[in-house]
């Protein structure tokens, strides 16, 4: 039946069709309504194009600064001075290389892990993806999936949550005629629903523009830290620049050519101009290492999460146990008198009508078997919040099974609590049959009158590597807190058999009734039983609250909220969809062994990426501290460009990208900004002493300039060797190979090519005194360094890394 008319800029402007469930549009419609632009495109393309990569790397602020400065060079005709610019063309190209590798390898990934979309076409249904779905699609939602357009029900019944759209972490029971927001998820039930508003139409696209329109980019501390300090240097500069110029033409009265040349080596000096590139580098090669490793990166800065964990929340089944379930026996219970027999073939009929859309039903299914004897008349789907199902059959009666403690909450749980925790100590999960008295409509609304029949014991098998992981872990001083729905004895006794520490230690989360008693038991406590999805979230909340650095891995939608406010979110992708959707990483083995292997990964990069920054901000506090200083005194800056193009790319450009690469496994400690300047800041002061005593001394020796400016250059070229030494402990056969050959490629480039890098033959005593003042920078470092650790010490630095609160804003 046609309804309206709709307009479209990009095609003919289609009628509505209303679609029936049964049926769906047929393939020619929605061929029809794909072709005229009424798909479900999302609004913005899920990652950059190459020309934006380009345009990142190419058109930076600091490259700007490069072009002025060599236009300048150029301008005064001082051409051998542009060795630098050939080293910012390799930054930038190295840069765009390694984010298109990076962009291709996730894209591999992402094509594994890519949500499908279930849909009716011509009577059958059809898995698409969902930008290949159109207006007026019926669409088939079931547990898990995540609501990809906005629609309405036309037929079943579902509930849904919409927390992550509006914030209400309710669920909401949806019947045919009511509206399903895109971005919101199915908890439980399965529904058909026609797709009312797609693309940019839809709810969760409005949403998208206006955090669009707000900009609030998202970053984590490391490239937070880093973007400040690059954007406090960019603007420092500029004045900088001009003072010195002014004062080298019009005080010191130096020719143009020469005054551009040293103004230019100053500013060079002060420009970090691969720090930025080798953050990008070194995190687009951690993507593909993880990538390689069957793990998938869906937000970068979770690489820094990563390295500074220091409580992972797990739930039970699936990471420390397998995923599938296995019913082990059917207990009666005397009260009732109804036999084994007869409470299988009940269970029997309600698994026979219904779908296996979560574990526990499909164990269900497979253990009983018995043919059935009565119709199931109606249905209550399992609810993560209630903790129970409910039935009928055709003969009248109504049952729930689920939680014992939450059907009897109400009927006196007291008088089967003992047989309950019997065997939840014994590991078992435990779910009971009672038989309701005032009907399945009645349950709805809690559950008041229920007489208990039977319970069914479930098993999960405990991983294999799960001991030898969680050991990782706790070696690494990473505490485990396991989260879960399951009873708090049962996952007590798994998680101790598992190799938990503390497991003993464990609290049902439905006594929690304050957000002090939460936050109290967050610390204090190791196993949470019984949690509700948004108990999940509180805790998570609580321990971050405390300062903690918090991991989650999930696989379910009673998942969703916990991972969404967690530090670092990690699905498996054997979950649902919405899961996937909003974790940063995805387990595509969904292997919790593979944790281990990733949260190394997130240290090594941290931690290459703190020790090869300080080796750039080493060269910049020392430029700014001699410029500032030269300033003062109205002295000659005794460098050019040339002389730092050498010293920069053997003992900063090239160490540092190799030890970036390099592996560590020590725990991240501090914060980046003020780890990475204390780091520096002996060497960058020890240069500043060093290059001043040899301008001081050689003038009052009458040392020629070009002799002095060498001197100068070696001597900070040896502290750049004493840095790369700090930073290259401990010491292992590449970092070995890395300062031998460093100090020999700079006197190679001395040697061989003098005019290119200016450097000049140094003879007699001026050759001592080089030596001389080379060694007297060792123990000016080595105080320098020991008041640097002093004061890391005081700044509590030395301390293991939480990461700053940010908030997580994802659509």
């Not at 249904?125 to 019926?138: R, Y």
């Not at 070194?282 to 970068?300: F, P």
């Not at 959707?581 to 240290?603: I, K, N, Y």
């Not at 050959?741 to 001395?750: I, K, N, Q, S, Y």
Request: glycine share 6%; aromatic share 6%.
């Amino acid at each position: 039946m046609v309804v309206q008319a709709r307009a479209n800029a990009q095609g003919r402007v289609l009628a509505r069709i209303e679609s029936e469930a049964e049926c769906g549009l047929t393939v020619e419609q929605a061929q029809e309504r794909f072709a005229n632009g009424y798909a479900n495109v999302a609004l913005q393309p899920p990652e950059r194009t190459t020309l934006q990569i380009v345009a990142d790397n190419v058109f930076t602020y600091f490259n700007l600064i490069f072009l002025a400065l060599s236009a300048a060079v150029i301008a005064v005709g001082a051409f051998k001075e542009l060795t630098f610019l050939p080293v910012v063309v390799i930054n930038s190209v190295i840069g765009i290389f390694q984010e298109l590798r990076s962009r291709a390898a996730l894209r591999k990934m992402k094509f594994l892990t890519a949500p499908k979309a279930v849909v009716i076409r011509g009577g059958a249904e059809v898995s698409v993806s969902p930008e290949e779905t159109v207006l007026d699609d019926v669409a088939v939602f079931t547990p898990g999936n995540q609501i990809y357009a906005d629609a309405v029900v036309l037929d079943g019944q579902c509930q849904v949550n919409e927390a992550l759209v509006t914030g209400e972490a309710d669920e909401i029971t949806k019947n045919p005629g009511d509206k399903l927001l895109s971005g919101s998820f199915i908890v439980s039930g399965k529904c058909r629903a026609r797709l009312d508003k797609v693309g940019r139409d839809s709810f969760v696209s409005k949403l998208t523009l206006e955090a669009k329109r707000a900009n609030h980019k998202v970053r984590g501390a490391m490239m937070h830290d880093l973007t400040r300090l690059i954007k406090l240097i960019g603007v420092v500069i500029i004045p900088f620049g001009a003072i010195m110029l002014f004062q080298q033409l019009r005080i010191l009265h130096e020719p143009l050519e020469e005054s551009v040349v040293t103004t230019s080596a100053a500013l060079i000096g002060m420009i970090p101009e691969g720090l930025y590139f080798l953050v990008s580098v070194a995190l687009a090669v951690s993507v593909m290492r993880l990538a390689r490793r069957r793990t998938l990166v869906q937000e970068m800065r979770c690489i820094e999460s990563l390295a500074r964990v220091d409580v992972l929340c797990v739930d039970k089944t699936g990471t420390i146990t397998e995923p599938e379930m296995l019913i082990s026996d059917v207990i009666p219970l005397a009260a009732a008198g109804m036999p084994k027999e007869q409470i299988s073939q009940i269970i029997s009929d309600y698994a026979a009508g219904t779908e296996p859309d979560n574990d526990t039903m499909a164990a269900m299914k497979k253990f009983f078997t018995m043919p059935p004897k009565s119709r199931l008349a109606r249905r209550m789907p399992f609810s993560p919040v209630s903790k129970y199902a409910g039935f009928e059959l055709s003969g009248g009666q109504s049952y729930v099974v689920g939680a014992p403690e939450r059907i009897m909450a109400d009927c006196g749980y007291d008088g089967i609590c003992d047989e309950v925790e019997k065997y939840a100590a014994q590991g078992y999960r435990v779910l009971l049959l009672a038989k309701l008295g005032g009907g399945l409509l009645a349950a709805q609304d809690g559950i008041k009158d229920a007489e208990p029949v039977g319970l069914v014991l479930l098993t999960n098998k405990i991983r294999d590597n799960a001991p030898k992981t969680f050991r990782f872990f706790a070696e690494q001083g990473v505490m485990i807190k396991v989260i879960s729905g399951d009873n708090p004895a049962t996952v007590s006794r798994i998680a101790q058999d598992a190799g938990i520490a503390d497991a003993e230690r464990y609290i049902d989360a439905t006594t929690l009734k304050t957000e002090r008693h939460i936050k109290k038991a967050a610390v204090e406590y190791t196993v949470f039983g019984r949690v509700t999805p948004d108990m999940k979230r509180r805790l998570i909340r609580a321990l971050r609250a405390d300062g903690h650095t918090v991991a989650m891995t999930g696989d379910g939608v009673n998942d969703v909220l916990a991972l969404k406010d967690a530090d670092c979110a990690v699905a498996m992708a054997s979950g649902s969809d919405v899961a996937c959707h909003v974790a940063q990483l995805v387990l595509l083995d969904s292997d919790f062994a593979a944790m281990p292997a990733v949260v190394l990964e997130g240290r090594r990069v941290i931690n290459n990426i703190e020790r090869s920054s300080s080796l750039f901000l080493m060269k910049n506090i020392f430029s700014f501290a001699l410029t500032l200083w030269a300033l003062i005194i109205a002295m000659k800056f005794p460098f050019t460009p040339t002389h730092l193009t050498l010293y920069s790319a053997t003992f900063i450009g090239i160490p540092s990208f190799v030890l970036a690469m390099e592996p560590n496994k020590s725990i991240v400690r501090g914060r980046f900004l003020p780890n990475v300047l204390l780091s520096a800041l002996p060497a960058g002061l020890t240069d500043l002493a060093c290059v001043v005593g040899l301008m001081y001394l050689g003038r009052r020796m009458a040392i020629p300039e070009e002799q002095l400016s060498t001197m100068a250059t070696i001597a900070i070229a040896f502290v750049g060797l004493l840095m790369m030494l700090k930073v290259s402990r401990p010491m292992n056969n590449v970092r070995k190979a890395l300062v031998i050959a460093m100090p020999v490629l700079f006197a190679l480039g001395a040697a061989t090519m003098p005019e290119l890098f200016n450097m000049t033959a140094i003879t007699g005593k001026n050759i001592w005194l080089t030596v001389g003042f080379c060694l007297g920078c060792v123990p000016v470092m080595l105080i320098l360094c020991w008041l640097a650790a002093k004061l890391k010490r005081a700044l509590r630095l030395d301390k293991p890394a939480r990461l700053k609160r940010r908030k997580r804003v994802k659509i």
